[in-house]
């Protein structure tokens, strides 16, 4: 069940990541009223973020022995949507290409998991120190920035889909003519990670708090100035 639920919540942190990068990008324009400060301030406060997102496409092609071409950490309009950063990678077989393009969601996975295992302990001790105070607001900031840039974007897995499709043919196959090992199986794997996963779900309510807490703000805020 607290698998389906994380599920839920990484559903719900991509469709909102995408409002609240628009929604940034907004309110630091409506400040700087120039697109190019708007654009660089973005980049400053989703840095670790869109830096861990494009180093990951980078590390797994260099891994896999595509040939890759310019980074850019530096966000853009591009038809327009906004884009946060990019890596040039050279044509290459659809794996490949899919092995590449959701790099950043399991690195950024492995960043929450490994956040938790250090965290969860301290943050839910009683005392409130200003140093717990601190570290609190910063492990919030590095989940917001983390889960609001590791999603691939359609560019990331283009011709990949009818692998993809493929995939999850091959385990519902898997699951309806073996639903016992199958069931055996995820259950083992949960059973292994439980405590990850507990903490997991726990640790993701952050972001996907401040998320929707945002965007409420922000449409308050966008309504306000309107009027």
């Known amino acids: 069940m607290n698998i389906l639920i994380i599920i839920l919540q990484l559903l719900i942190i991509f469709f909102t990541s995408k409002i609240v990068s628009a929604a940034l990008y907004s309110m630091?324009?409506?400040i700087t009223r120039r697109h190019s400060y708007a654009r660089y301030m973005l980049s400053i406060t989703l840095f670790p973020g869109i830096l861990t997102h494009e180093i990951s496409h980078w590390i797994v092609a260099k891994i896999l022995f595509v040939r890759t071409?310019?980074?850019e950490f530096v966000p853009v309009m591009q038809n327009g949507k906004l884009k946060l950063g990019s890596v040039q990678i050279y044509n290459t077989n659809?794996?490949?290409r899919l092995l590449i393009g959701i790099a950043p969601i399991f690195v950024g996975l492995i960043m929450i998991l490994?956040?938790?295992?250090?965290s969860v302990s301290s943050l839910l001790e009683l005392s409130f120190t200003p140093k717990k105070v601190i570290f609190f607001f910063f492990v919030v900031y590095v989940l917001f920035v983390i889960t609001n840039t590791m999603f691939s974007s359609k560019k990331d897995v283009e011709g990949s889909l009818a692998l993809i499709i493929l995939l999850l043919l091959?385990?519902?196959s898997l699951y309806i003519f073996n639903p016992t090992n199958m069931e055996h199986l995820l259950f083992q794997v949960y059973l292994r990670f439980k405590n990850f996963i507990d903490i997991t779900?726990?640790?993701l309510l952050l972001p996907l708090s401040v998320n929707l807490?945002?965007?409420v703000l922000f449409y308050a805020w966008k309504k306000k100035v309107i009027a």
Do not use: E, P
Not at 114 to 118: E, G, M, T
């Open 28 to 30: 630091l324009f409506y």
């Open 213 to 215: 807490i945002f965007i």
């Open 69 to 71: 071409g310019r980074i």
């Open 201 to 203: 779900l726990l640790l």
């Open 170 to 172: 091959t385990l519902g």
């Open 114 to 118: 490994s956040l938790a295992s250090y």
């Open 94 to 96: 659809k794996l490949k």
